[in-house]
T-cell receptor
Framework: LAKTTQPISMDSYEGQEVNITCSHNNIATNDYITWYQQFPSQGPRFIIQGYKTKVTNEVASLFIPADRKSSTLSLPRVSLSDTAVYYCLVVGYTNAGKSTFGDGTTLTVKP | EAGVAQSPRYKIIEKRQSVAFWCNPISGHATLYWYQQILGQGPKLLIQFQNNGVVDDSQLPKDRFSAERLKGVDSTLKIQPAKLEDSAVYLC????????????FGPGTRLTVT
């Protein structure tokens, strides 16, 4: 079971790039890294997933070093609406395994 | 594509009463999860189904919580009897089998036990 560690909180300003790092030292060979965004009174929303190197989609990039013991979610040019809690979750490829969320990172974007 | 549906959205009960939550996953998704999220914490996995079989229920308090997934589609989570510490949001999520491991969450049910 891959335990994850993230900073509790981060502050940023509109228009800046934000990088949130997650540590997952005991990640298994078949595990994928996923990131979620959660607003108050809503369920988490899937943002991005990756196995190694770099993945980019329309909302974020995910950087994973060769040892895969950490990952960094990069949000380009954040806006006030990006204020939310961000979670990384390590999960087995077939989902047939335990998945545990940490307490996430509360990102506050200021004007 | 319709998302994960949950009902009710809110429920208030007294301790020692029973309560049930319902979840309808995204069509075709074989894996279904129930999570408990206490205010200020990340979601805690209670039970994971693969079709109608249980993959993991190691964190489900089995003396009071039960869950079933009939015919591998809808699922029901029950608490009987409820305790004050069960006050939380109960989230249901689903994901396709054999595909990427992302999970799609419903809006959750906020339970208050008084």
């Amino acid at each position: 079971l891959a335990k994850t560690t993230q900073p509790i909180s981060m502050d940023s300003y509109e228009g800046q790039e934000v990088n949130i790092t997650c540590s997952h030292n005991n990640i298994a060979t078949n595990d994928y890294i996923t990131w979620y965004q959660q607003f108050p009174s809503q369920g988490p929303r899937f943002i991005i997933q990756g196995y190694k190197t770099k993945v980019t989609n329309e909302v974020a990039s995910l950087f994973i070093p060769a040892d895969r013991k950490s990952s960094t979610l990069s949000l380009p040019r954040v806006s006030l609406s990006d204020t939310a809690v961000y979670y990384c979750l390590v999960v087995g490829y077939t989902n047939a395994g335990k998945s545990t969320f940490g307490d996430g990172t509360t990102l506050t974007v200021k004007p | 594509e319709a998302g994960v549906a949950q009902s009710p959205r809110y429920k208030i009960i007294e301790k020692r009463q029973s309560v049930a939550f319902w979840c309808n996953p995204i069509s075709g998704h074989a894996t279904l999860y129930w999570y408990q999220q206490i205010l200020g914490q990340g979601p805690k996995l209670l039970i994971q189904f693969q079709n109608n079989g249980v993959v993991d229920d190691s964190q489900l308090p089995k003396d009071r919580f039960s869950a079933e997934r009939l015919k591998g589609v809808d699922s029901t989570l029950k608490i009987q009897p409820a305790k004050l510490e069960d006050s939380a949001v109960y989230l249901c999520a689903s994901s396709p089998f054999g595909g990427a491991p992302e999970q799609y969450f419903g809006p959750g049910t906020r339970l208050t036990v008084t």
